[in-house]
T-cell receptor, first 115, second 111 residues
Framework: DSGVTQTPKHLITATGQRVTLRCSPR?????VYWYQQSLDQGLQFLIQ???????AKGNILERFSAQQFPDLHSELNLSSLELGDSALYFC??????????????FGPGTRLLVL | GEDVEQSLFLSVREGDSSVINCTYT??????LYWYKQEPGAGLQLLTY?????DMKQDQRLTVLLNKKDKHLSLRIADTQTGDSAIYFC???????????FGKGTRLHILP
């Protein structure tokens, strides 16, 4: 158990809908990362938050947004869903201190299926 | 090209050693990692190596780093059926929190 929790585990929805994925980082970790894993694209970095502020952006679509709250949990919002958004969405957390190993600890993921 | 490259598949007989290879492109990478992903699960950190090291050993796992060739390998001794998984190589670039992952190597264990 990595200490990172994600809810829900599975999500089935229809095209055009909006969903929210939730992540709680390990105790003490300030950085949260979101990744999308699909069969053809591998593991794609979406976005990183550090202590409530956006720190880095990857291949995140404009239809997607995220935020990190004062209690450090994070939510990833996916809107106007398309079939191609079906994937595993992972959250990871790290201490986030410069000079540390920067090891990221992954949650179990949310499997999203868009029908 | 891709920042981190690794072969997609590897088949090894149970009891043999597995060697998974990876190449990266950024010479300023500070840390390099190996993660394991079992079916239906998240990524689990196996080990990491700091860029000023050549080798790191942890029980059955040996990591070798050739910084000149930007080549990283993971050796699993006495491979067991439980080692069947996808192994991801990843690099952390200097001055950055972001980690770049390879596409993963699927390790298949033959009886």
């Amino acid at each position: 158990d990595s200490g990172v929790t994600q809810t829900p585990k599975h999500l089935i929805t229809a095209t055009g809908q909006r969903v929210t994925l939730r992540c709680s980082p390990r105790s003490g970790d300030l950085s949260v990362y979101w990744y999308q894993q699909s069969l053809d694209q591998g593991l794609q970095f979406l976005i990183q938050y550090y202590n409530g502020e956006e720190r880095a952006k990857g291949n995140i679509l404009e239809r997607f947004s995220a935020q990190q709250f004062p209690d450090l949990h994070s939510e990833l919002n996916l809107s106007s869903l398309e079939l191609g958004d079906s994937a595993l969405y992972f959250c990871a957390s790290s201490v986030g201190l410069t000079g540390s190993a920067g090891t990221q600890y992954f949650g179990p993921g949310t499997r999203l299926l868009v029908l | 090209g891709e920042d981190v490259e690794q072969s997609l598949f590897l088949s090894v007989r149970e009891g043999d050693s597995s060697v998974i290879n990876c190449t990266y492109t950024d010479s300023s990478s500070t840390y390099l990692y190996w993660y394991k992903q079992e079916p239906g699960a998240g990524l689990q950190l196996l080990t990491y190596i700091f860029s000023n090291m050549d080798m790191k050993q942890d029980q059955r796992l040996t990591v070798l780093l050739n910084k000149k060739d930007k080549h990283l390998s993971l050796r699993i001794a006495d491979t067991q059926t439980g080692d069947s998984a996808i192994y991801f190589c990843a690099e952390r670039k200097g001055g950055d929190d972001k980690i770049i992952f390879g596409k993963g190597t699927r390790l298949h264990i033959l009886p």
